[in-house]
Antibody, heavy 119, light 113 residues
């Protein structure tokens, strides 16, 4: 059974940093692209970043480019999102999701972790 | 980035009746390989999103056959043949191509009348 468990969320002041983790199990982690998607309170879904299988290429939404870094540890089946220079508008639930095939289609999602940026 | 526009914003439905949601993209999602790169997701209340449809019209594993999707290019439709109470939630379309900037539609909230 595929499981994705996010952690690392919390309250952080503007300008601060946070690192999210997503522990994956139930599939061959290094074979699949992984993605972070966020959802601001009461709002819709926003793609944040994707990393290819085996630490392949990375892509970022313009809204986080230069501030966030996606990475993966294929030895321990963990996906990361390093978030720097956080802003109030980064407040959201952050979901990690597993990709299928060569596109960004997401077939499994974690339960999400809440990041709140506030002073 | 490609802009995805869904309608309606809200859709009150009667159990047992059909329902339909539209999604339009600002650029064609029809690839030269013949695939339409358009997914549909459902986020039930208090839950994470779940994949319903990928590549325009392919049901994901475990998705009931009352869900179907069609369309090509820039116009797509998700249909529920007979709505059940468990189908309530927010439906999102998404174009999944990272090189174009993955984008979601704004969502359509389906609720029981």
């Amino acid at each position: 059974e595929v499981q994705l468990v996010e952690s690392g969320g919390g309250l952080v002041p503007p300008g601060g940093s946070l690192r999210l983790s997503c522990a994956a199990s139930g599939f061959t982690f290094n074979n699949y692209a992984m993605t972070w998607v966020r959802q601001a309170p009461g709002k819709g879904l926003e793609w944040v970043s994707t990393i290819g299988g085996s630490g392949g290429s990375t892509d970022y939404a313009d809204s986080v480019k230069g501030r966030f870094t996606i990475s993966r540890d294929d030895s321990n089946n963990v996906l990361y999102l390093q978030m720097n220079s956080l802003r109030a508008e980064d407040t959201a639930v952050y979901y990690c999701a597993k990709g299928i095939g060569s596109t960004g289609t997401l077939d499994y999602w974690g339960q999400g972790t809440l990041v709140a940026v506030s002073s | 980035d490609i802009v995805m526009t869904q309608s309606p914003l809200s859709l009150p439905v009667t159990p047992g009746e059909p329902a339909s949601i539209s999604c339009r993209s600002s650029q064609s999602l029809l690839h030269s390989n013949g695939n339409n790169y358009l997914d549909w997701y459902l986020q039930k209340p208090g839950q994470s999103p779940q994949l319903l449809i990928y590549l325009g019209s392919n049901r994901a594993s475990g998705v009931p056959d009352r869900f179907s999707a069609s369309g090509s290019g820039t116009d797509f439709t998700l249909k529920i043949s007979r709505v059940e109470a468990e189908d309530v939630g927010v439906y999102y379309c998404m174009q999944p191509l990272q090189n174009l900037g993955v984008t979601f539609g704004g969502g359509t909230k389906v609720e029981i009348k």
